[in-house]
């Protein structure tokens, strides 16, 4: 499985922001997909995650509320949509996937993409 986030960028307080994941390789289809984000000098946290099939999703308590994550297995992408904004979501966003298990934390990721910086600044 490869992944490849994009979307990312400068983005005003109170906007919205929706970041992709794009994958490829044949067990990407049936691979459950999770979102993570790492603030300088903070350590990478689980953001949500949806299932292989896109019928369940989680999202983190921090941040829920404010997020909606979604997939469509046609166009092989997973969408993680920030609402309003905050510089508290000033990070590297990364898609991570596992076709073992679903995820909740980073250790269960076995594919990882290599980010996209997403920046809250007027």
């Known amino acids: 499985v490869q992944l490849m986030e994009s979307g990312g960028g400068t983005i005003q307080p109170g906007a919205s922001v929706r970041l992709s994941c794009a994958g490829s390789g044949r067990a990407f289809a049936v691979s459950h997909v999770g979102w993570f984000r790492q603030a300088p000098g903070k350590e990478r946290e689980f953001v949500g995650t949806?299932?292989?099939?896109?019928?369940?999703?989680k999202v983190a308590d921090t941040v829920k509320g404010r997020i909606t994550i979604s997939r469509d297995n046609a166009a092989r992408t997973v969408y993680l949509q920030i609402h309003s904004v905050e510089p508290e979501d000033t990070a590297d966003y990364y898609c991570?996937?596992?076709?073992?298990?679903?995820?909740?934390?980073?250790?269960?990721?076995?594919?990882w993409g290599r980010g996209t910086q997403v920046r809250v600044s007027s």
């Open positions: 949806v299932n292989w099939s896109g019928t369940s999703t």
């Open positions: 991570g996937a596992s076709d073992r298990s679903s995820i909740t934390n980073a250790d269960q990721v076995l594919y």
